[in-house]
């Protein structure tokens, strides 16, 4: 069992920047690649970034690359996104989710979840 805390969230305007962290609870969070998904109301959850268990390599959604940035400490067992130039249909519950081996693009595919944390950009 891997448990997830997402944290950051809340209120921003356009055009400003936040920053997400997805703390674990185990030390052999290392051994995991993390993903964050974004999902609003009515909608499934939608793949936004991904990173291997070393953070040697990444993947984003066409929609966010070029302005988010997916990283990892894992002396601090932690996964980061920052969110830049942020636009009002990036507003969502955002949650980080874990699995073994590598990343994929696909929600099913992960083991392990965090309860989201709501971002909400303000026009």
């Known amino acids: 069992q891997v448990q997830l805390v997402e944290s950051g969230g809340g209120l921003a305007q356009a055009g400003v920047s936040l920053r997400l962290s997805c703390a674990a609870s185990?030390?052999?969070?290392?051994?995991?690649?993390v993903a964050w998904f974004c999902q609003a109301p009515g909608k499934g959850r939608e793949f936004v970034a991904a990173i291997s268990s070393s953070g040697g390599n990444t993947g984003y959604a066409g929609s966010v690359k070029g302005r988010f940035t997916i990283s990892r400490d894992n002396a601090k067992n932690r996964v980061y996104q920052e969110m830049n130039s942020l636009k009002p249909e990036d507003a969502a519950v955002y949650y980080c989710a874990a699995r073994l081996l590598r990343y994929t693009v696909a929600a099913g595919t992960y083991d392990y979840w965090g309860q989201g944390t709501q971002v909400t950009v303000s026009s």
């Open positions: 185990r030390r052999t969070f290392f051994r995991y690649a």
